[in-house]
Nanobody, 130 residues
Framework: QVQLVESGGGSVQAGGSLRLSCSAS????????MAWFRQAPGKEREGVAA????????YYADSVKGRFTISRENAAKTVYLQMNSLKPEDTAIYYC???????????????????????WGQGTQVTVSS
C-alpha cells in the first residue's frame, strides 16, 4: 500500500501562484504514474495533470495548459504541481494519485480517469479569490 503525503495548498488571489507537493512511500515502481486531480463542490473529480515516469510523458487538462506544470523527482518519489496565473475556477480540493501502470501508450488515453489510479492522497485545499 502506497502512502501519499500532500502539501502546499492554501489561499491566493487570482493571478497568484501555488506549488503542490506529494511524496510517496514504497518502491519507485508503485509510483511510475503520478497525477493530480481536483474536485470542486458539487462537481466530479477531474484530472488536472499526469506524468509517466518511465518516459517523462506529461499530460494536462485543457483548462490548465500553459498555466500548470507537473514535474517529479524520482529519487524522492515526489511529484509537484506548479500552478501559475490561478483563477477562481481553480478552487478545489487537489488530490495526488499514483499507480504502477505498465502501459505508456494506454496511459495517454486514460490518465484523467480516477479509476486509472490505485493510491490516493487525502487532498489539499486550494482557494483562489477574485
Amino acid at each position: 500500500q502506497v502512502q501519499l503525503v500532500e502539501s502546499g495548498g492554501g489561499s491566493v488571489q487570482a493571478g497568484g501562484s501555488l506549488r503542490l507537493s506529494c511524496s510517496a512511500s514504497g518502491d519507485i515502481v508503485s509510483s511510475r504514474c503520478m497525477a493530480w486531480f481536483r474536485q470542486a463542490p458539487g462537481k466530479e473529480r477531474e484530472g488536472v495533470a499526469a506524468i509517466y515516469g518511465g518516459r517523462d510523458d506529461k499530460y494536462y487538462a485543457d483548462s490548465v495548459k500553459g498555466r500548470f506544470t507537473i514535474s517529479r523527482e524520482n529519487a524522492a518519489k515526489t511529484v509537484y504541481l506548479q500552478m501559475n496565473s490561478l483563477k477562481p475556477e481553480d478552487t478545489a480540493i487537489y488530490y495526488c494519485a499514483v499507480d504502477p501502470c505498465y502501459d505508456p501508450v494506454g496511459f495517454g488515453g486514460s490518465w484523467n480517469r480516477p479509476s486509472s489510479f490505485r493510491s490516493w492522497g487525502q487532498g489539499t485545499q486550494v482557494t483562489v479569490s477574485s
